[in-house]
C-alpha cells in the first residue's frame, strides 16, 4: 500500500472521503506522541551539527535556523540549544534577506539555498531518521504494508530542488520509507 504526503491544513473530513481506509498520521510539531517525533523541531538531542565537529544540536530546525545568515545578522549558536520547540525561527522581517547558510559555526563560505538543503538539512534529517527514528519507522513501515497511510505536513513539496515552497520532512520520510533517499 502507498505512503502519501497529504496537507495537515486540510480537513480531516475531506481526507477520510478521499482515502476512505487510510491511517492518517500528523508528523508536525503541533502532533501527538509518538509521531511529533518527526517534525524537524522535535527535540532529539545529539544531532552533530554539519561542518562543526564536537558541536550538536536539539534539533534539525535548530541547526537550520541557527547556520542561516542574513543581512543584519549572522550564525545564531543559540537556536542549537532550544529543547522547548519554541522560538526557532529566525525571519526575514526581523534580520533582513537571507544571504545564506554558513559551512558550519565558523566557517567562511556561504551555501546558497538548495546547497544548503542537500549540505545541511538533508544530513542533518537523515541523522535523526537512523538514530532517533528506527523503531516509529519499522511502524510505520509495516503500517503501509497493510493498508494506505498519510502523512500529514504543513508543507507538500517533495522536490529537494523546487525552491518555491520548503521542504516537506514527511517527504523525506515517504523517501527514506520507499529507500529512494537523496543521494
Known sequence: MPLFVKSRRTSLDTLRKRYDAATILDVTSRSSEPWI???PFYPHG????????GHF?????GIWQGLKVFESADVD??????ANMKGIKRTTRTFGKVLGHRTGLTG??????????????LPS?????ENRLQNLLAELKQLSADQTVLLLDYETNCDL?????????????????EDDWYC
Open 37 to 39: 517525533r518527526f517534525s
Open 46 to 53: 545529539g544531532i552533530p551539527v554539519p561542518f562543526s565537529p
Open 57 to 61: 544540536s536539539y534539533t534539525v530546525e
Open 77 to 82: 549558536p543559540g537556536k542549537l540549544a532550544i
Open 108 to 121: 567562511d563560505k556561504l551555501l546558497s539555498y538548495v546547497e544548503a538543503r542537500r549540505a545541511i538539512y
Open 125 to 129: 534529517y537523515k541523522w535523526v531518521l
Open 161 to 177: 530542488d523546487d525552491l518555491s515552497s520548503p521542504l516537506s520532512h514527511a517527504g523525506l520520510v515517504k523517501r527514506y520509507l
